[in-house]
C-alpha cells in the first residue's frame, strides 16, 4: 500500500441517511474487480452531508481549501486483493463549493465532484439535540439534506447497522473494464448519535439521474458521526483479480 498521505484533514458532522434500492442501477458504476457489498442481502446508497476542516494536500493548506462542506451519494462494495476481502465505497456524485478540487480529485482519482454553492448550519435546540442541515444550489434550486441529532454519542456497536454503513477503509473508482483505482481512507472508529426528522429535498433526477428518483424517497435508516482526522493515502490502480476462496469470505 502506497505509504504517502496524500490528503489530510477532519471530517466532523457526518449525516449518513441510506436508501435501498435496486442493485440494477448501480451496475454501471461498480469497479472491475469488485463486488456488491450488502446488508442483510441489501443494496445500500447513502446520501452524505459533512464538513472537510483543516485541509491539507500532501501536507501544505491551500489559501481558501481549508475549510468547507461536502454532500456525496455513494454506495458500497468489496474487493478480494488474493488474501482478505477489503469493505470500500464508491462515489456516484460529490458535490464541493470550490472549484479547484474536481479539476485535481477527478483527474488524480477517477472521482465525480462537482461544484456549486453551498451552505451549512448547526442549530443547538433545548431538548440536548442539534439541527444540522447541509444545502447545495443547482439549477437555481437550493437543496438540503439536514436532521435533529442527539448531542449524546456512543461508540459504534461491533455488527451493526452503523458499523456497516461507517467502517468502510477503501475507496474504489471506474476506470474501464480492466482497471480500478483503489485507494486507502484512515481514521480511528468513529462515535454515533440518534437521528430523527430527517429531510432530503432536492432535485434527485438532475443531479444522480432519473434511476435513482424512485428509490431515494423513504430513507432505509439514517445514522450520523462525530467525525476525526482522517487521512487519505496516494491512489493505486487494480489491474487483477482475484478469485477468492469462499470458505474465508464472510
Do not use: C
Not at 438540503?144 to 456512543?154: D, K, M, P
Amino acid at each position: 500500500m502506497p505509504k504517502v498521505k496524500f490528503l489530510q484533514a477532519e471530517w466532523h458532522d457526518l449525516l449518513m441517511v441510506n436508501y435501498e434500492v435496486d442493485p440494477d442501477i448501480l451496475k454501471p458504476f461498480i469497479p472491475a474487480f469488485t463486488e456488491l457489498d450488502l446488508w442483510q442481502g441489501k443494496a445500500l446508497v447513502s446520501m452524505v452531508g459533512f464538513m472537510f476542516l483543516n485541509t491539507r494536500v500532501l501536507g501544505i493548506k491551500w489559501p481558501w481549501h481549508v475549510n468547507f462542506e461536502e454532500v456525496n451519494l455513494r454506495f458500497y462494495v468489496r474487493y478480494f486483493d488474493g488474501k482478505d476481502w477489503k469493505r470500500g465505497a464508491v462515489f456516484i456524485s460529490e458535490i464541493v463549493p470550490l472549484p479547484v478540487i474536481p479539476l485535481v480529485a477527478n483527474n488524480l482519482y477517477n472521482e465525480h465532484y462537482k461544484a456549486m454553492p453551498m451552505r451549512h448550519s448547526a442549530e443547538e435546540l433545548a431538548t440536548n439535540q442539534t439541527k444540522y442541515s447541509y444545502d447545495w444550489k443547482f439549477n437555481k434550486r437550493w437543496n438540503r439534506l439536514g436532521a435533529t441529532v442527539s448531542n449524546s454519542f456512543a461508540p459504534i456497536e461491533a455488527n451493526s447497522a452503523e458499523e456497516f454503513i461507517f467502517e468502510h477503509y477503501w475507496g474504489y473508482n471506474l476506470v474501464n473494464e480492466k482497471s480500478t483505482i483503489e485507494y486507502a481512507v484512515e481514521h480511528e472508529p468513529w462515535q454515533v448519535a440518534k437521528v430523527i426528522n430527517v429531510v432530503f429535498d432536492a432535485d434527485v433526477a438532475g443531479l444522480y439521474g432519473a434511476g435513482f428518483a424512485a428509490y431515494l424517497q423513504k430513507p432505509h435508516s439514517a445514522f450520523f458521526a462525530k467525525g476525526s482526522e482522517v487521512a487519505v493515502r496516494v491512489a493505486q490502480r487494480i489491474r487483477k483479480g482475484h478469485t477468492p476462496n469462499l470458505l474465508n469470505s464472510r
